[in-house]
């Protein structure tokens, strides 16, 4: 007996010496935010105080030195983030976490990120004359500083990733990345050309494939400028978009307000990005000084130059243009040669090129792509099914055309008046962006920017094109003079959430425009008659009413009513009395989203599969169909396809939506009414990659959260319907943030989480109770006020050289 108690202390001790090893480890592992260090590529010594939310505040003697860096510190907290994006955007993921990621990798292989970043870092980044070039070039140079000589983060030990340095190549990485969130018609079109060829263009009538006539629109104005002077293929896109561990963009409000309407009497700027949650947040803040040079920003992991934020003049915001810029041509294939297409009366020779995926524990994976004149061909690359007799090709602005987003950063962030900010703004070509802009000057602005092509009228770009008539073809690119745009318009304030821009001299651009609901909220708000304040414009960035959702509900209930079924009270009741508030506390969203969840899916479903049903869902078009559809009792949609016996009509659908929410209800919530609260079904978790393993989700992810929101208001907590009873956050706001330009040296913001990826930092999450509540932080310019608040000084000091 006693040895065994022996036995037993023994392995106890030696667990208990493991964990404290591991404890050991792990603080040694976080981030250095004090002291000094010594690093090799700095000329001259830079101070970096971080404040109490551990943002950087970097204060240099030169350019170079600031971005140098701002590189180091950004790869102190962010590493593993920059790590994995690259890898997603370069299809190499399957090299470290195995073949389950080969679909992910053939995805962005075919796409041609890799070839985009290739082409665009020779040629904008092979010299380092031009002071664009210097700053990139000083910022890699400090992120490799700490590939080279800083703590491995914990995720590179546990997935076994190899450090390496980071090139210019990899800056365009995250671009293309970046552009490739926006590219929703990557995920519609295929399905809607799905629709109109299997299933008939009487089913597209119920599906807002074209703007809506009930659009709330962005209108244009230009006033005087102020100043002091397939199914596989759909199931290989759905497949490898649900494996993606890097989370993409997926909309965004942000309006500017004018000084004539506001209490300071100067431009206030709000500004909220829709990005998927995950952990770490998305933006990685980051304030410089250097002589001549003050700027904050939000910046994106491995991009030196901040896409939203700052400086002593200027302001602005970012949210998803969604115009169209991508494209796919069916080509004809020359039935004597597999490597020729057919362009008008002559056939063309496809170019080959080739992808090799390393595989972690397996053979490679060779991709032989063939691009013809109008982009790569998809299917056979995507899908890993045998070449196709029907060739698709993808054309997609982003590759077609030289890509000048870094200038535009560049200059956006050092631009000092009105006229600067739009020539920067100019030189955007994809993503498509909608910039939100104001000055100290008192200029307001908004600017749909992208390159945008010029089609031809018969054209409907959400469907497949004909790539051998010549008849599609694209007639060349509007002038950005020509984008939508408002200019200091008189109503006094430019707004924008992802909806429809109205049209220019008779153009309607197309893309995948939101709802009305967020846009006709936050349009009904900053119309109201007042002087803004920052607390005035917090109201409305929190704002959960979704006025919308109310007109699907009462039709809902309508059809629920003329069931006479006594048990469907209870679900009828909340519908009727709902003022589509989106509360933690209320009862009626619990009962809507269940019951819309279950029609769209009854309805659907039979007709499209499971996968396209799915991939579908992801887009705008439903969101933009749900009143249409419901109040059409005539729809085909009603008809289950697989019943050839028997005709589905919509009350028979909506009894079982009922019966199935209820159900539902009963189990996820209660038995009583007063149970059914919101937020019992609705929490926010911001998960990690490493969080799909258990127990590693309760050291890495952070929450669950009980959370206000819903599926497009403007507080856009938002989710993928489906038929579970819970709706967790998928996607919402990836930082809010708001400028009066009063005092621009002291703006408010809020993280989701935090600024560090580091799990042992305790600024990984020290922000997510804020952010869950609804509170902001500063966002703070001025170093004696940084400095009076639990600030840390980090000095880094050149290294001897020899």
Known sequence: ?????????????????????????????????????????????????????GVPHIYAQ????????????????????????????????????????????????????????????????????????????????????????????????????????????????????????????????????????????SYLEDLAVQTPVDAERIKNFKGEIKGTAGDSLIASIHEALELLPVPLWQGSNGWVVSGERTASGKPILANDTHIGFGQPAVWYEAHIEYPGF?????????????????NNKIAWGLTMFENDDMDFFKETLNPENSNQVKFKDQWEELISRKEIIKVKGEEDVVLELKTSRHGTIVNGGIENVAESSSPIAMWWMLSAEPNYALQAAYLLNRASNFTEAQKAVSLFSAPGLNVMYGDVDGNIAWWAAGKLPIRPAHVVSKFFLDGASGNDEYLGFYPFEKNPQSINPPWGYVYTSNNQPDSVEGVLYPGYYYPKSRAGRVNELLAENKKWTTEDTKKVNLDVIGKPQVEVAKEISKIL????????????????????????????PSVYYNLLSQIIFLSMKDELGETAFKTLMETSVPKNSYLTLI??????????????????TRSGVVKEAANKTLALLEKTSGEKVEEWTWGKIHTLTHNHPLGAVKPLDKFFNVGPFVVDGGQEVVNNLTFSLDTTGYFPVTVGPALRKITDLSAIESGETISPTGQSGNVMSKHYDDQAELFATGKFRPMLMNRSVIEQKNSTKLTLIPAPTN
């Open 631 to 648: 109040s059409n009792d005539n729809s085909l949609w009603w008809d289950n396809v697989k019943t050839k016996e028997i005709k589905e």
């Open 1 to 53: 007996m006693k040895i065994i108690k022996r036995l037993l202390l023994g392995v106890l001790a030696l667990v208990v010496l493991l964990i404290l090893s591991i404890v050991i480890y792990l603080q040694t592992t976080k981030p250095t935010l004090s002291g000094e260090l010594t690093l090799t590529g700095l000329k001259e010594p830079v101070e970096v105080v971080y404040d109490e939310y």
């Open 561 to 588: 009513q003329g069931l006479s079924e006594p048990a469907f009270q209870v679900l009828i009741a909340p519908l009727e009395s709902w003022n589509g508030d989106n509360k933690s506390t209320d009862i009626a």
């Open 62 to 201: 030169n350019a170079e030195d600031a971005y140098f860096a701002l590189g180091y510190v950004h790869a102190q907290d962010r590493l593993f983030q920059m790590e994995m994006l690259r890898r997603a955007a370069s299809g190499r993921l399957a090299e470290v976490l195995g073949p389950d990621l080969i679909k992910v990798d053939r995805l962005f292989r075919t796409l041609g990120i890799n070839k985009f970043a290739d082409e665009n870092a020779e040629r904008f980044l092979s010299t380092d004359t031009a002071a664009y070039q210097q700053a990139v070039y000083a910022y890699q140079k400090g992120v490799n500083e700490f590939v080279k000589t800083g703590t491995t983060p914990v995720e590179f030990h546990i997935m076994g990733i190899p450090k390496s340095e980071f090139t210019p190549k990899d800056i365009y990485l995250a671009v293309g990345f970046m552009s490739f969130g926006f590219a929703e018609a990557l995920q519609a079109d295929p399905v809607l050309e799905k629709i109109r060829t299997e299933l008939g263009a």
């Open 294 to 310: 003050s700027f904050y920003g939000h910046h994106l992991a491995g991009i030196p130059f901040g896409l939203l934020g700052n």
